[in-house]
């Protein structure tokens, strides 16, 4: 890390414990870790914010350069906003943040008002972006239109969840609906983009919403390729010699529910095997940033398994989301 950034992380650090111990001295001791909590918050935060800028600037080629000239919709908030800007006089940036407004208020209670904040800036990038952007239009050929604007959009979207926000609300109504009315999140997403696609053959035209469709299920496709699909929990299996800290972490600092099970190592560089806990959670899609970047903080060199989890039953993983704790 630049040397420079480093004497600014250890001041801060220093001043933190400080404020923190009142009249007792800082030891060398306690900065260290804090100053290496600083530095992974930073090297993940940066990462994170590269995705939310890279997914921005795809989802806006997508709409400029494709879906807007030629009256195109899709699906989601996205597509509410796209058909209420071919109903009115508003411009297409105003209606990204006013119709995705109310889905990031949901966001803060439902996932954490970390996410929320990133959300808001994810989306009120994307909405000057769209303002005041140019974008040349690639192609006038609708089937083309339909399928490459799904493309970027979707890029847009999977990207700015790889960096832990939405650009596109639904997602958020749709988890919170899922847990209330206990249906997949791939179904909830699907009753509500019926309802914008029947909308769209009513307002502009059948041809026009078939087009949609097509969009929707590119971009809905591109989604899955760059995320793995919202809808979709991750397994979490970690192991690590830290085991109590990271169990403490998930249970106390988290509050999300894990399973411990008892394993022992192979031959390790010592030549000896040890006895470590093995930890197991579940987590969505939208939350696994924040756990990867406590993991760190523990142990850079943890082992980490991930897999799909396609849906759950029972558990506390629905009435428990995870939420940031300060």
């Known amino acids: 890390m630049n040397p420079i950034l480093s004497r600014l992380l250890v001041k801060i650090a220093k001043n933190k414990l400080e404020r923190k111990q009142a009249n007792q001295p800082v030891s060398q001791k306690e900065i260290v870790p804090l100053v290496r909590n600083f530095q992974v918050e930073l090297r993940h935060a940066l990462q994170e914010y590269l995705y939310i800028i890279i997914g921005v600037f795809s989802a806006g080629f997508g709409l400029k350069g494709f879906l807007l000239p030629n ?13 209420l800007e071919n109903m009115t006089s508003l411009n297409l940036g105003i209606l990204l943040i006013l119709v995705n407004l109310p889905f990031v208020i949901l966001a803060s209670k439902t996932i954490g008002k970390k996410f929320a904040i990133k959300s ?11 303002h005041f952007i140019h974008y040349p239009t690639v192609t006038d050929d609708k089937l083309l239109i339909a399928v490459f604007g799904g ?12 960096g832990g926000s939405v650009i596109d609300g639904t997602e958020v109504l749709a988890i919170f609906l899922g847990r209330k009315l206990s249906l997949t999140i791939g179904d909830v997403l699907l009753l509500i983009n019926i309802v914008i696609f029947s909308a769209g053959a009513y307002i502009l035209s059948i041809e026009t919403a078939l087009y949609a469709m097509l969009t ?5 496709k591109t989604v899955d390729f760059v995320v793995d699909g919202v809808e979709e929990y991750v397994g979490v299996t970690i192991i690590s010699n830290q085991h109590k800290e990271m169990r403490v972490m998930l249970t106390q600092k988290l509050r999300r529910a894990c399973t411990i099970y008892a394993g022992k190592g192979g031959y390790g560089t010592s030549g000896e095997s040890q006895k470590k806990d093995i930890i197991y959670t579940v987590v969505t899609r939208l939350e696994l940033a924040r756990l990867q970047t406590e993991i760190d903080k523990i142990d850079r060199k943890a082992f980490i398994i991930m897999g799909i989890v396609k849906d759950l039953r029972g558990g506390m993983i629905k009435k428990k989301p995870l939420k940031d704790q300060h």
């Open 71 to 83: 009256s195109f919709i899709d699906g989601g908030a996205t597509g509410i906003s796209l058909l």
């Open 120 to 130: 808001i800036i994810a989306i009120s990038m994307l909405a000057v972006v769209v």
């Open 151 to 162: 493309f970027f959009l979707g890029f847009g979207i999977g990207m700015s969840m790889r």
């Open 216 to 220: 929707y299920l590119a971009a809905g």
